[in-house]
């Protein structure tokens, strides 16, 4: 079943009270810092001096490997001490911590930690890392000082789904989020931040949804370690109301696990498009299988493409190469990642064929200045936004730049020298403009009952945003100067380059 498009705000902007603050910053941002640890065996006596040196109000409890078992908050003492007397000085800590430990992403948004407090009924979530290591503590207190408005739209509906019906009613909120965001005035690469967060969590748990389900049908667990990927706009942070799926697998198994790895893709893929996050057109799901392979052959298809260097292979490398982890091992993509732009960056040659591509994407603006429409319509990805993600993209890839979200990647450039600030702000605010008109657009088209797009009707914009429009596309059409500069000047080809 295809669940149709998000449905149309059914409540007017003003209405919703949003605190975008929630939206704009991740966990690691506001956590309380340098996690403090302390072994099973660990007494009271000895943990409450450490609580007091630190002028902490909870320890978190760690195994020999660093992963947290749990955690003791001050309460948990008074209980104790309550519970036992004097004796509870010598009790080991392992004894009154409270298990299994609740956490919660370093990147994920704060949001998600302002819904799952509540949803498990506890006062402090435990912020790991990328490996799953213990960074930081965030508490309900500190939430509850930063919260300024009485309704989140989101919580932490889609970790505590179990149906894709769950998780359909997620995803039928975004419309309403991103309304409410842009009528508080949040910047608009906020706004797709937070929807391409909730599209990412959506497919992670989708993915767990569907081991689960081949655990209870006698699929046995994962054959090996795996991580899930979602690529494009969604691993970039830059998805709008008219999403559909792209993703993959990487697993550290060999060809002989295939077959569960493909059924956990297809149950994934079935679940997202139940739920409303539809099939990918073209194909690019980690339920077929050149999306999902070992660290070997991604290493292999990765070079393939590098030495192809010419239509699918290109638009392969688009898709890819933004990739984010939304589910498992995730130190399968990390590696993935690096193997990824070492590749690219052995291959001057590919780099520029890369660059060569933003020539050949044309204007959205005619020789006179007037808009190029087809039906009506200015298509603001092919001749606005996607300029400036490849451009950004190709130099992020050329210098080994980890982040994938565009601006991300400008600010980089822009800190190790590669890329002027007066460019990049340029393009980035261009980004900004186009991402809000477009934002705009599928809201309103929502509300028409049309299918949301990157395409937009210029007639219905007033004076000033036309004209914001123009100067946004104007700023497109000089992305490949900006590129071939910096990339002419650092990219020497031999004789002998690949």
Known sequence: MNTPSPPAPSRDPK???????????????????????????????????????????????????????????????????????????????????????????????????????????????????????????????????LRSAETLIFGDEVAAAETAQDLARAFH????????????????????????????????????????????????????????????????????????QDNAIVHAGSDADDAWFAEAGARMARTLDDAGLPYCKGGVMAKNPEWRRTEAGWRDEIGRWIRKKEGE????????????????????????????????????????????ELENRGSAIGPLGFLRTEQGRVDIKRGGTMPIVAAARVMALKHGVTATGTRERLTHLVGSGVLGADDADRLSQALGVLTGLMLEQQIADLGDRRAPSTRIDPKRLTRPKRQALKAALRACENTAAVVQGPLSQTLAISSGAS
């Open 15 to 145: 209405s919703v009270r949003l605190d975008s603050f929630l939206y704009r910053h991740r966990v690691a941002e506001v956590m309380r810092g340098s996690v403090v640890t302390v072994a099973p065996d660990t007494s009271l006596a000895e943990a409450s001096r450490v609580m007091i040196r630190q002028r902490i109000g909870s320890l978190v409890v760690a195994d020999s490997e660093g992963r947290a078992r749990g955690i003791a908050t001050e309460r948990d003492f008074l209980r104790a001490l309550a519970e036992t007397g004097m004796d509870a000085a010598a009790t080991p800590i392992s004894r009154i911590m409270s298990v299994p430990v609740k956490t919660i992403a370093e990147d994920a948004a704060l949001f998600v930690a302002m819904g799952r407090m509540p949803r498990l009924g506890i006062n402090h979530l435990v912020v790991v890392d990328g490996r799953g290591l213990p960074v930081g503590v965030i508490s309900a207190s500190t939430l509850m000082r």
């Open 313 to 356: 292979a290109l638009l392969s490398v688009d898709i890819f190469f933004d990739f984010a982890p939304a589910f498992g091992e995730r130190t399968l993509a990390d590696a993935l990642r690096r193997d990824a732009l070492a590749a690219a960056q052995r291959s001057p040659l590919f780099l520029r064929l890369l660059a060569a």
């Open 173 to 244: 909120c975004l419309p309403a989020l991103a309304q409410g965001l842009l009528a508080e005035g949040a910047d608009p690469l906020v706004v797709v931040g937070a929807i391409s967060a909730i599209y990412r969590d959506m497919t992670g748990r989708a993915a767990e949804i569907a081991a689960n389900s081949m655990r209870a049908d006698g699929w046995g667990d994962p054959p090996a370690p795996w991580c899930v990927l979602i690529l494009g706009s969604g691993g970039r942070g830059e998805s709008g109301l008219a999403p559909d």
